[in-house]
């Protein structure tokens, strides 16, 4: 099975954007549908956007919407969460994970996580 590694959090300010990737590594990427998952201090673990394995098929979060895109790259082994119009209430710690077959939109449907990476927006 794959391992990720999840890079590109960091503080921004409101308004702002940043770029999130998860590189998977140890299995073939592509038999793997994506999913990110962010997670505020207090708070549950929240799906925020999922893709499929040729990329056909990407959900979001009422929340994210319009402001988050999410894709892949399969010779490279990486998926990407771009995020735009940040806002404070986007801050939280996230995750991608991964699993075989389709995409879900529930966290105990995916069988392997990244260790996490931190996102905080300052208003």
């Known amino acids: 099975q794959v391992q990720l590694v999840e890079s590109g959090g960091g503080l921004v300010q409101a308004g702002g954007s940043l770029g999130l990737s998860c590189l998977a590594s140890?299995?073939?990427?592509?038999?793997?549908?994506m999913g990110w998952f962010r997670q505020a201090p207090g708070k549950e673990r929240e799906f925020v956007s999922a893709?499929?394995?040729?990329?056909?098929?990407?959900y979001y979060s009422d929340s994210v919407k319009g402001r988050f895109t999410v894709s892949r790259d399969n010779l490279k082994s990486t998926v990407y969460l771009q995020m735009n119009s940040l806002k404070p209430e986007d801050t939280a710690v996230y995750y991608c994970?991964?699993?075989?077959?389709?995409?879900?939109?529930?966290?105990?449907?995916?069988?392997?996580w990244g260790q996490g990476t931190q996102v905080t927006v300052s208003s």
């Open positions: 893709i499929s394995w040729g990329s056909h098929e990407t």
């Open positions: 994970a991964a699993r075989r077959k389709i995409p879900a939109l529930r966290a105990h449907e995916y069988e392997i």
């Open positions: 140890g299995d073939t990427f592509s038999r793997y549908a």
